[in-house]
Every structure is written in structure tokens, then in C-alpha cells.
């Protein structure tokens, strides 16, 4: 018999010894013949029990009085004995009551006291007994009934409540063995010792865990609960009950399991307000950590006033060098596996990082093991970004784009520079000197159609990254404090995967700051505030496109390392447009490309005509001709506003389309 087995066993004798008392305590009230009284005139005594028995150890916990814990044992031996209500109503002399009451306790036991009625005294405040009382029938003689919990915990089952398994989940980090990294285990370190700080007699602090990084947070919590020999579950803000009553007893039923079972909750705050939702009405999150008690991790992205003892702890993701680490293990030395690229380029947490390992080694050969890390990291980003922002496909190449050699230089430093991070900020040290700005931001200035989407078009191809075009429609909020929650969101997702951002028109969201002269000016200057300080801390590529740079910030202006000014087209680079601009499949004749640049026109307009005479090629079931693309190009000036002279659009030969 191991020792659980022979502490239950125990347990047992002990409770059927106290139930043989009360019984014996019940016939001496009701004044039955000794004939029908058990043997037992004394409570059971629990010697050489280690742990105690679980009504001692219950009462223990609770603080509960030697009055309180016989009645608690008379509503046990209730629910356990047959005969226990025969014996309630014989004791009171009343065949309608034949269940235990106050009053019979006030009368069956010795040093009876009034306060275990009071609703703060653990017996009431813990509910560990259901008073059922109707209309106007006294306190006193109401029935009692104890807790299922209760009495399964008596019994010697010790289990998480029912009512509270609904609302608890194991942590998604738990099936992971991650070793936590030198900079993440310090923070565990730091919040044990200031948790053995804490006097007995005292709550134990809140730790509340600010970062964007969900997993990283519950890695930290899990460590910490393991040191602590506790097991730790989940809870989502969204799940709590908003309803008074409700919330108090779930945080009542925490409270004491936390007490009877070695338990941690972490409440994850992740996306909730800080602020509550209605004045002068707390949140049922700041309630439920008022009610209740026990080990509790908060999860919040912004540190949260929370009235109580509170340990802040910042957990941001490994570090680079940390990540590096972890990829070199968790890859087992495959060749070309590129671990240095991939924790320079992706901002991954431990569990990401096995995840994706554990995935392409079980399914690619080892001739194609970087693409594939590549493409699964960028995979395991992605879908953080696509409620924010539109993601591009991005489809064009060096050849596709025609720009002077200068800008066309600027380019493919932009490019270098993002493929050479690795090199210069964490083997060349730089890094050790810069704790902002190792990020790249560029500004794209120049007329529609220039080619400034092409461009970032190019340099996502050439990287191999995603490219998101920020939609400043789901960005900018007119409620105040909005715009900076979606900012936040939008860098926060991109980090992850060093997605290349795209703020196209960004003279709209990074213009310059104004004057305050009212309220709205104020926090309209909060933002752009913000913005800067974003940009300057985003790890990635930013890039700014404007039609009208005179317009941004000239805080912005500062802080953007590359400026590629984007020409109007002149005849030569137009020339060369016209000679790309359709695809190779697409059949045309006898194009004159040399009077074709002559047309004073943008990339993007070059690129509307070439289509539109696409498509009157295809209508008339003929091959590109002279007089389709001029005709095309006739409705592109119009559709500018643009003055047309028919003699610039008038061709020799007639295919019968009307222009």
C-alpha cells in the first residue's frame, strides 16, 4: 500500500470515529435508551496522521473554529449516513426537521458560538455550507447542506471544483519541454525571491506580466509555478461573469481551491481595455483579483493599476543571440539551415521556434530545409497582420522596374542592408550600442505612378518577405486613444516576422503636428507622437510612400534613413517601359515604342494602357497593335484630365476600332 492509498484509509477510520461520536452526541440530546447509543463518547483523535486527516486539514486552511468544523461534520455525516435524519429529528423532538439546523448545532455541541453564523466567519464567507431558507422561517432553523466540493474534499477526493473546469484551460505551452533562455530565466529568479519576500500573514503580490509576447509570458509563469511546486491553469478575461453574483462566487471557488490544491491561475488580459467600460463600474477582471487570492499571473500588454500588491515583470522574446541558440539545437546541425539569418530576420519565442523545427525536419529533405524554414516562419506571422493590414503579393522583379541609377543604388542598399542585419548588429557589435533604430525606414516620394509601390514590391520579392499595405481605414480610429491600440496591434504583428510595412499616402497618418488650440489637436499631436517612436523602435523595413513630401513630420524627416525620390519618367526610362510592360505571352505588332515614350506619361499610367489595349486586343480578336495602344492611351489622357491632341493618337493603318 503506497502512502496515499494508506492516508485514505486512515482518513476513513478517522471520519467513521467522528461520525460514531456525533451519533452518540445526537442520542444523548434527544435522551435515547443507552441501548441505542454507540460505543464512542469522544471525538476521534487524528495522531500520527502526516498529513492530517482532511476535515483537520480543511479547517486548517480555512481558519475554521472547533464549532464551526462540528458543524461542518454534522452536514458531512448528513449526506453520508442514512440514519443521520432520524436522528435530527429525534434530537429536536420534530419529525419535520430532520436535517441538520443551527439551532440543533447551537444545542448538540459543547462551546457552542454565535459568530459561525456571521456571514464573514469562514463557514459562510467560503460557502462551504448551503443555507436553504424560505419566507420568514428564522436563520436558526433552516436547513443546512454542505458543499458537494466540501464533502468530496473531506472524503479524501481532492479535486478541482466542477464549476470552475468549464472556465480553466491548460496552458497551450505545457505538451512543450522548452528550456527557458539565460535573459527570460532571470525574470523567473527575480519573481521567486520577491515572492519569499512576502511574510506569511500577508497576500502574496499579483505578478503581473506586461509584453505583447503571449507564449514567452506563459513560459515564465509555468516556471514559476513549477518552482513553487504549484500546477498552474488558465483563464481568459472574456470568460468571467459580468454579473455581481456570478463573479463572486467563481472568485470565492478559486479562492479556496487555491487553498486546497497546490494551484496558479494566470488571467490573460491580453486584449482588454485598461480601461472599464462604464464610469465608476470596475471591470470583472479587477473585481475577481480583489475577491480573490492564491498565486495569480496577470497577462497584459500595458501595466495595469491594479489597487493590490503587485510585482511588474517586462517579458519581451529571447534575444537574437538567444534565438540563434535555439535554432542551432533544435536543428541538430543540418546543413544550411541558416540559423544566424533566421534569428536576425524572425522575432520568434521558444515555442514558435520548436514548432517550425519540429515541423520541416519531419517533412522536407534536407536539399531543401532553408526555403522551407523560411516560408514556415513566415507562415507562422502572417495571420497576425491580415486583420490590419492588405498583404501584397508581391510579383515584380529588378528587371520590372525602371528608375534612374541613383534611386535604383538607394534600392538595393535598402535591400543589403536588411539581408546584412545579422553581420553588422550582432557579429560586428553594433547592436551593443544601439537599443533603437535597428530597424530601416525609407520614404518613397514622388507622383502617383512613379513606381513606389513597384519598388517595395521589388525589394519584398527580392527578401523573400511579407509585404503589408497598411489600411488606414482600420487604423485610424476617431475615438481617442484608438489609433495608438491599432499601431500598437500592427508593429506588435509585425515584429514577429519583420514583415515589410507599406504606409502608402502616409502624408494622411504621419503629417505634421499643428498647433494645440483645442483638445482634438492635442491628441491628434499624441499620435503622430506615437507613430514616431514606433518607427524609430520597429525592428523591420518601414517604408513611407507620399505624393507630397513637403507634408510629413519633419520629426519623420529625421529619423528615415533612406530618401528615394521618385521621378517623372523621362523619354528614355519611358522607352524602356513600353519595351516591358507587356508580358512575353501576349502577342503584339508592329509597336513603335520610340513614339510611344513620347507620351508624357507615368509607369503606372504606361501600365493602365498597356492593359486597356490588352483587353481591345482580346475584344477584337487581334494582337496588340499601334492603333489599340494609342487608342488606349487617348482614354488614359482623358480620364486625367489631360489636354489630347488627336494627332498624337492618330495611326496609317485602320483595324476598324473606333478611337
Avoid at 464549476?163 to 480553466?168: I, N, P
Avoid at 505583447?212 to 506563459?218: G, M, N, T, Y
Avoid at 525609407?442 to 521589388?458: I, P, R, Y
Avoid at 491600440?485 to 504621419?510: C, P, T, V, W
Wanted: overall charge negative; hydrophobic content about 45%.
Amino acid at each position: 500500500m503506497n502512502n496515499l492509498d494508506c492516508w485514505i484509509a486512515k482518513n476513513e477510520e478517522y471520519l467513521a470515529n467522528a461520525m460514531a461520536w456525533l451519533r452518540w452526541r445526537l442520542c444523548e440530546l434527544a435522551q435515547l435508551p443507552d441501548i441505542e447509543k454507540p460505543k464512542v463518547i469522544e471525538m476521534a483523535m487524528a495522531e500520527g496522521m502526516n498529513p492530517p486527516p482532511a476535515l483537520l486539514l480543511l479547517s486548517q486552511k480555512l481558519d475554521l473554529s472547533d464549532f464551526e468544523q462540528q458543524v461542518l461534520l454534522l452536514c458531512v455525516a448528513m449526506e453520508l449516513d442514512q440514519g443521520m435524519a432520524r436522528l435530527c429529528a429525534r434530537a429536536f423532538d420534530n419529525s419535520h426537521q430532520p436535517y441538520p439546523t443551527f439551532a440543533l448545532a447551537l444545542s448538540l455541541f459543547e462551546q457552542p458560538t454565535w459568530d459561525a453564523l456571521y456571514w464573514e466567519r469562514p463557514l459562510r464567507y467560503w460557502r462551504l455550507i448551503e443555507i436553504h431558507q424560505s419566507g420568514v422561517q428564522p436563520l436558526t432553523t433552516s436547513g443546512l447542506r454542505v458543499d458537494e466540493r466540501i464533502l468530496n474534499y473531506v472524503k479524501g477526493l481532492n479535486s478541482l471544483d466542477d464549476r470552475l473546469v468549464s472556465l480553466l484551460m491548460t496552458m497551450e505551452t505545457a505538451e512543450w519541454n522548452v528550456k527557458l533562455p539565460p535573459s527570460q530565466n532571470a525574470l523567473v529568479e527575480t519573481i521567486i525571491l520577491q515572492l519569499h519576500q512576502t511574510h506569511k500573514e500577508q497576500r502574496l503580490p499579483i505578478i503581473q506580466l506586461v509584453g505583447a509576447d503571449a507564449l514567452s509570458k506563459q513560459l515564465i509563469a509555468q516556471y514559476v509555478a513549477a518552482q513553487l511546486d504549484k500546477y498552474i491553469y488558465r483563464l481568459s478575461v472574456e470568460l468571467l461573469p459580468t454579473h455581481t453574483g456570478e463573479l463572486e462566487t467563481i472568485a470565492r471557488l478559486w479562492h479556496w481551491e487555491s487553498l486546497l490544491l497546490p494551484l496558479a491561475l494566470y488571467l490573460d488580459a491580453q486584449e482588454i481595455d485598461a480601461k472599464p467600460t462604464t464610469e465608476g463600474q470596475a471591470l470583472p477582471l479587477q473585481r475577481f483579483i480583489t475577491r480573490s487570492g492564491g498565486l495569480l499571473f496577470l497577462s497584459t500588454r500595458e501595466v495595469r493599476q491594479l489597487g493590490l500588491p503587485t510585482i511588474v515583470v517586462d517579458v519581451e522574446k529571447p534575444t537574437a543571440r538567444e534565438q540563434k541558440t535555439t535554432w542551432t539545437e533544435v536543428l541538430g546541425g543540418v546543413a544550411d539551415s541558416s540559423p544566424q539569418v533566421l534569428a536576425t530576420q524572425f522575432n520568434l519565442n521558444l515555442v514558435k521556434i520548436e514548432q517550425i523545427a519540429q515541423q520541416v525536419l519531419a517533412e522536407t529533405p534536407n536539399c531543401e530545409i532553408q526555403n522551407r524554414l523560411w516560408s514556415a516562419c513566415l507562415a507562422s506571422t502572417r495571420p497576425q497582420l491580415d486583420t490590419l493590414a492588405q498583404r501584397l503579393d508581391p510579383k515584380a522583379t529588378w528587371d520590372n522596374i525602371v528608375l534612374p541609377a541613383e534611386e535604383t543604388n538607394l534600392l538595393h542598399q535598402i535591400a543589403d542592408q536588411i539581408r546584412q542585419r545579422s553581420l553588422v548588429y550582432q557579429e560586428w557589435g553594433f547592436h551593443n550600442r544601439m537599443n533603437r533604430g535597428m530597424g530601416i525606414s525609407a520614404l518613397f516620394a514622388g507622383e502617383s505612378g512613379t513606381g513606389k509601390t513597384m519598388a517595395a514590391e521589388v525589394i519584398a520579392n527580392d527578401l523573400q518577405l511579407n509585404l503589408y499595405r497598411i489600411d488606414l481605414s482600420s487604423v485610424v480610429n476617431k475615438y481617442i486613444g484608438e489609433t495608438e491600440k491599432n499601431l500598437r496591434r500592427l508593429f506588435d504583428a509585425a515584429e514577429d516576422g519583420g514583415a515589410i510595412l507599406f504606409f502608402d499616402e502616409a502624408d494622411a497618418l504621419f503629417g505634421k503636428r499643428s498647433e494645440v488650440k483645442d483638445s482634438h489637436d492635442r491628441y491628434a499631436n499624441i499620435e503622430v507622437n506615437y507613430l514616431l517612436q514606433r518607427l524609430e523602435a520597429y525592428r523591420g523595413l518601414a517604408i513611407l510612400a507620399t505624393n507630397l513630401k513637403s507634408s510629413l513630420d519633419h520629426a519623420f524627416m529625421r529619423r528615415l534613413r533612406f530618401i528615394v525620390n521618385f521621378p517623372f519618367p523621362g523619354v528614355a526610362e519611358r522607352q524602356v517601359m513600353w519595351q516591358k510592360v507587356f508580358p512575353p505571352e501576349t502577342p503584339t505588332q508592329d509597336l513603335d515604342f520610340n513614339r510611344l515614350a513620347r507620351l508624357n506619361m507615368t509607369g503606372g499610367s504606361i501600365h493602365n494602357i498597356a492593359l486597356n489595349a490588352a483587353f481591345l486586343a482580346a475584344g477584337a480578336g487581334t494582337p496588340v497593335t499601334m492603333q489599340l495602344v494609342l487608342a488606349a492611351a487617348r482614354a488614359e489622357f482623358r480620364k486625367l484630365d489631360r489636354p489630347v491632341n488627336e494627332a498624337d493618337f492618330r495611326v496609317s493603318v485602320s483595324t476598324g476600332v473606333r478611337v
